[in-house]
């Protein structure tokens, strides 16, 4: 069932729609579905806004049931989203002031075909370092102390972000490097299996040393499907569900981060970022436009150089002729618009038995106390348009949005608001099954470092420990089964 690209042909997702939910019908009679909240049809990940896609587009689709009038809004936002921005000063203003510093010239650099992206890959003979330079990882710095509105402390020179590029003119402001070693376990089987454990350094440094005491938080980008319905969970189920973790025993206590939303105007719960570092789509894209890509906003109006930084501060400023804004507020509200519209992808293989044991699995292991299969929405980011759609839809993404403290092997040791330096957010597993399709290859956890579904769960710790174990404590055939039930969401 591979989808026709997302554009071209906007209605075949809903066609397509409705042949699979007929198939899936048709397949799925009579198994046995755990009782509770499970979704009777067992993929209708997105409720009503669902589309039933695999394969490089799976991730790119409009929710089923937007309005002809969203779609084409959706295009627009989807050009912002994808097109290169261009150095300043250009024979258009729509879409230049690039940099100075940035990682990549537009967001569809890091969110490939809007998915996950990848850490460098090792190769033999790739100069300097033995690895690709970065793209999608990037590298939060700061140091210790409580920055503005209970943020962290840039560090002085580099600033909240590393910049490995820069415009014509304008220094990069260095190289990341990556080392890694090997860490071996075992299987309860005997089955040997080998992690492999990544070390973040800096090398050219343009200006300098960095502080002595700079904190570093790598972080990969993740895929953007169903992100709209995640910023429709009612900030109540958020808190309910750290209030349930606190009330039963046992060392799963997840907490909210409380975060400065620049758009509210107000510390709001954090749900998006590996440290549920950000409030709202519209905050994360202001903020990504600034620090990864060099272009200021309305909300952001100078650009990310430090006082150190001669050369970036001198460097010429694009968008209209006279300064202001790079992207203007209706560009921005479109390309957020853009991502809360993102579909996604509905299950596959919800009937195999092996998927059915896999799913028995999870929750014996207790993976749903953090990865919490549903919710029901509230209103999404956009009432006046997408309300109809987004609202009230039973979603089933996997997460409970909270931080959890995942031992010391992921510790980045940076705090990031209320997140300490061993604390991570759930991230949703929605998806995680098609980033093989979508970006050729399976990296996840908050930097990339696990190589599939099973290396992250090796990686867990800390609250997570005991679910770990478990799995480490299963047969090959538990592993793979439950292995295909992520796979399958
Ligand atoms: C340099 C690579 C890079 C670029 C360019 C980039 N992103 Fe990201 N994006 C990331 C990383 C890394 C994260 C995780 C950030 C964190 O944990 O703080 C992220 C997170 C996000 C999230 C939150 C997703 C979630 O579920 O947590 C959204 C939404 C997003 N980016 C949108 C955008 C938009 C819009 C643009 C363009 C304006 C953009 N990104 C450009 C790397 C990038
Ligand atoms: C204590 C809470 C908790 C429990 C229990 C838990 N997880 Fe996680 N899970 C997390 C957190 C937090 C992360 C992100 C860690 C990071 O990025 O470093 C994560 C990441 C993942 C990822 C990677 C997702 C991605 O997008 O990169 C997978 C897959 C996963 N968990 C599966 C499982 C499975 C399977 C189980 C049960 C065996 C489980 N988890 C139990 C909290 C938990």
Same mark, same amino acid.
Request: net charge positive; charged share 20%; proline share 8%.
């Given at each position: ?21 007929? #198939?899936? $019908? ?14 009777? #049809? ?30 084409? +809004? ?43 992206? =990848? ?25 210790? /102390? ?6 962290? +402390?840039? &560090? ?109 105007? &107000? ?55 006279? /300064?202001?804004?790079?992207? %203007? ?22 009937? =195999? ?12 292991? =207790? ?48 705090? %990031? ?26 990296? #996840? ?43 399958? $969401?």
């Amino acid at each position: 069932m591979r989808a026709a690209s997302p554009l071209a042909s906007p209605r075949v997702p809903r066609v397509a729609c409705l042949a699979a939910a007929a #198939l899936a $019908l048709a397949g799925f009679g009579g198994s046995a579905r755990t009782a509770g909240d499970a979704d009777p #049809l067992g993929e209708k990940t997105g409720g009503e806004t669902t589309v039933y896609a695999t394969g490089r587009n799976a991730f790119s689709f409009p929710l089923a049931n937007l309005s002809d009038e969203e779609r084409t +809004r959706f295009a627009v936002g989807n050009s912002f989203f994808r097109r290169n921005w261009v150095e300043a000063p250009a024979s258009t203003t729509a879409r230049d002031g690039l940099g100075p510093h940035f990682i990549a010239r537009s967001c569809g650099g890091c969110h490939v075909q809007d998915g996950r992206g =990848a850490p460098p890959a090792f190769r033999k003979g790739v100069a300097p370092g033995g690895h690709e330079p970065p793209v999608a990882l990037l590298i939060r710095l700061s140091v210790p /102390g409580v920055g503005e509105h209970g943020d962290v +402390r840039p &560090e002085p020179v580099y600033g909240g972000q590393f910049n490995n590029a820069a415009v014509q003119g304008v220094q990069p402001e260095g190289r990341v490097t990556l080392r890694r070693h090997p860490v071996a376990g075992r299987f309860a089987d005997g089955t040997r299996y080998t992690l492999w454990a990544p070390t973040y350094g800096f090398a050219d440094l343009a200006y300098g040393p960095m502080a002595k005491d700079v904190l570093l938080s790598p972080r990969i980008a993740p895929q953007l499907a169903g992100v709209g319905l995640l910023e429709a969970i009612p900030e109540a189920e958020i808190l309910r569900n750290a209030a349930d973790q606190a009330a039963q025993p046992g060392p799963v206590k997840g907490q909210a981060n409380r975060v400065w939303d620049a758009f509210a105007g &107000e510390m709001r719960v954090g749900r998006f970022g590996w440290k549920a570092n950000v409030a709202t789509l519209a905050h994360q894209t202001a903020g990504a436009f600034l620090g990864d890509i060099g272009i200021t906003s309305s909300k952001n109006p100078g650009e990310a150089c430090t006082a150190a930084q001669r050369d970036c501060l001198g460097a010429t400023h694009g968008g209209p002729a006279g /300064g202001g804004p790079e992207i %203007d507020d209706k560009t921005l509200g479109d390309v957020v618009f853009y991502q809360s519209a993102l579909a996604p992808a509905a299950r596959r293989d919800v009937g =195999a038995a092996q998927v059915l044991r896999g799913q028995r699995l999870f929750t014996q292991a =207790a993976c749903t106390s953090c990865h919490r299969p549903s919710y029901i929405t509230g209103e999404g980011p956009f009432p006046a348009l997408t309300s109809p759609r987004v609202a009230g839809q039973r979603i089933w993404p996997y997460t409970d949005l909270l931080l959890h403290d995942m031992g010391p092997a992921l510790a980045d040791g940076r705090p %990031d608001f209320a997140a300490n330096g061993r604390q991570w957010k759930t991230p949703p597993l929605w998806g995680v099954g098609l980033i093989r399709d979508v970006n050729g290859h399976q990296r #996840l956890l908050h930097d990339g470092r696990a190589d599939g579904v099973l290396e992250a769960v090796l990686w867990h710790g800390g609250e997570a420990e005991s679910a770990r174990r478990q799995v480490l404590s299963m047969s090959r055939a538990d592993r793979q089964a439950l292995v295909k039930f992520v796979e399958s $969401l």
